[in-house]
């Protein structure tokens, strides 16, 4: 799909700084609350991000409950990186009932196309909630979009090899989000925006883009950024107009938290109590000053 940019660089940028200032005031005025079932392995700096950045998290999965959280909440935010059966059972019922609500939803398809066990569970998923925003890596968001475009199993031209650097790489931006994934187009049948994460990120609506070239290094060197990014669009989802609005202030408001974060570090051993700690003082100025970002409309 062929891009071009908009408005100057310089007007887009103030704009996108404003519309971002405005959606992370009216979260903390509100303090959303965020239902979130994740991973395992990063559930507890989840919640602690999402209380920094001025939401309320409920990381509840039991399915006896799941009817009751879903009315409860703000917004859903699904991860699979942990793809336990149990949990994946509840997974498909609370995008379900968010969906039928008309609920935000924000699905995080870990580790999409590294074998056919995760990628069905990550295309059956994406058939449900068609309002979400989805959030992965160009591997995962390309997986995805080859169930939109193929009825062929998963495993049919992805090698051990390519399975391994899905796996390895996620959460790591050691790659620019500058192209499209292959046929992504096509996921906004079941999605009102996509963030394809990489040094430069990149969030997608139907006839536009934006390229954010925010955050650190320092960002892959630690457990779950990504996977806590899952769960802030979703907290900007709750009080944002659309999926795309939310998921381009989430993007930023990460990357800055991110950048301010690791200017302060030599390492990645103090990161996260540095970005907790980032997000939590965020304010209007970091935003203008730091914030850096290409708007496209896509033809």
């Given at each position: ?29 509100t303090?959303?609350l ?22 309320s998290?409920m ?14 909440s ?112 096509a ?89 907790i700690?980032?997000?939590y ?19």
């Amino acid at each position: 799909m062929p891009e071009r940019k908009g408005k100057s660089d310089h007007m887009r940028a103030h704009e996108l700084a404003e519309n971002t200032y405005s959606l992370f005031a009216t979260l903390r005025d509100t303090r959303p609350l965020v239902h979130v079932v994740t991973n395992f392995v990063v559930m507890n700096q989840t919640a602690n991000v999402l209380l920094a950045l001025g939401a309320s998290p409920m990381m509840s999965w039991a399915e006896d409950d799941a009817a009751y959280m879903s009315g409860v909440s703000d917004a859903l935010c699904i991860n699979t990186g942990t793809p336990v059966t149990d949990r994946i059972s509840v997974m498909k019922s609370l995008m379900s009932l968010a969906g039928d609500a008309g609920k935000p939803v924000v699905l995080d398809p870990v580790g999409a196309g590294a074998g056919p066990f995760r990628t069905d569970i990550a295309r059956e998923l994406c058939a449900l909630a068609p309002a979400k925003i989805i959030r992965g890596n160009p591997s995962e968001i390309c997986a995805l979009a080859a169930g939109h475009s193929s009825t062929k199993g998963v495993d049919s031209g992805i090698s051990t090899e390519q399975a391994r650097a899905i796996l390895t790489g996620h959460g790591r931006p050691d790659r620019d989000a500058d192209d499209l994934p292959s046929g992504a187009t096509a996921l906004f049948e079941s999605a009102s925006a996509l963030v394809v994460s990489g040094n430069t990120d990149m969030v997608l609506g139907p006839d536009k883009m934006v390229k954010i070239s925010n955050g650190s290094q320092l960002m892959g060197a630690v457990t779950g950024t990504g996977c806590m990014l899952s769960a802030i669009c979703a907290a900007f989802f709750a009080v944002a107009e659309n999926g795309f609005d939310a998921a381009v202030a989430s993007v930023a408001v990460t990357g800055i938290a991110g950048e301010l974060a690791a200017s302060k570090l030599t390492g990645p051993g103090f990161f996260l109590p540095h970005f907790i700690d980032s997000l939590y003082a965020l304010d209007e100025a970091d935003i203008h000053q730091h914030l850096r970002a290409e708007v496209f409309c896509l033809d």
